[in-house]
């Protein structure tokens, strides 16, 4: 099976900055990888998808790159509502795993 | 518009079991990729299982031979059938949509919370 693994765990940040986000993969997975972001009490949000992908409706300041076993979320400008939980997911093969997860909280 | 709506979570004894429900709406249940993702209190997600449009069916490890997903066309519903329920089950479970040829879940539902204790 694919082990993700995030970094960091948790990250502090304030309005404005730009913030990144790094997911490893165990294995090559070449630009099957997802992001997802995730609010207290709600159902997780698809961002980017096959990499660098942003899904429809999200906001031009989420990006993502990478391919292969290295990726990266990239958030340009942060705002208030970006403060949440952010998860990889590969789907390059069964099962799907995700990441622990980043806390992103204002600083 | 897509929507799906699971039911089905409660309190239940370890060893016993539960079915999940997820009704879906504004797409066709049969035609797409459906998956249960988990979530403990406090933790990641964690992928639980999913059926294609063909029919085929996979587990996560650790619920293969307890668990069984399924659907039933005519009701446009997900289900999962959840046996020998040990404390480690205790998640908020939802139902996705899977996109075909990229894997990720496109659409979520709200998540229905199943609580595995004595």
């Known amino acids: 099976d694919i082990q993700m693994t995030q970094s960091p765990s948790s990250l502090s940040a304030s309005v404005g900055d730009r913030v990144t986000i790094t997911c490893r993969a165990s294995?090559?997975?070449?630009?099957?990888l997802n992001w997802y972001q995730q609010k207290p009490g709600k159902a997780p949000k698809l961002l980017i998808y096959a990499a660098s992908s942003l899904q429809s409706g999200v906001p031009s300041r989420f990006s993502g790159s990478g391919s292969g076993t290295d990726f990266t979320l990239t958030i340009s400008s942060l705002q208030p509502e970006d403060f949440a939980t952010y998860y990889c997911q590969q789907s390059y093969s069964t099962p799907s795993s995700f990441g622990q997860g980043t806390k992103l909280e204002i600083k | 518009e897509v929507q799906l709506v699971e039911s089905g979570g409660g309190l239940v004894q370890p060893g016993g079991s539960l079915r999940l429900s997820c009704a879906a709406s504004?797409?066709?249940?049969?035609?797409?990729?459906m998956s249960w993702v988990r979530q403990a209190p406090g933790k990641g997600l964690e992928w639980v299982s999913v059926i294609y449009s063909g029919g085929s069916t996979y587990y996560a490890d650790s619920v293969k031979g307890r668990f069984t997903i399924s659907r039933d066309n005519s009701k446009n519903t997900l289900y999962l059938q959840m046996n020998s329920l040990r404390a480690e089950d205790t998640a908020v479970y939802y139902c996705a949509r899977e996109v075909e040829r990229g894997g990720y879940f496109d659409y979520w539902g709200q998540g229905t919370l199943v609580t595995v204790s004595s």
């Open positions: 294995q090559t997975i070449s630009s099957f």
């Open positions: 504004g797409f066709t249940v049969r035609s797409n990729y």
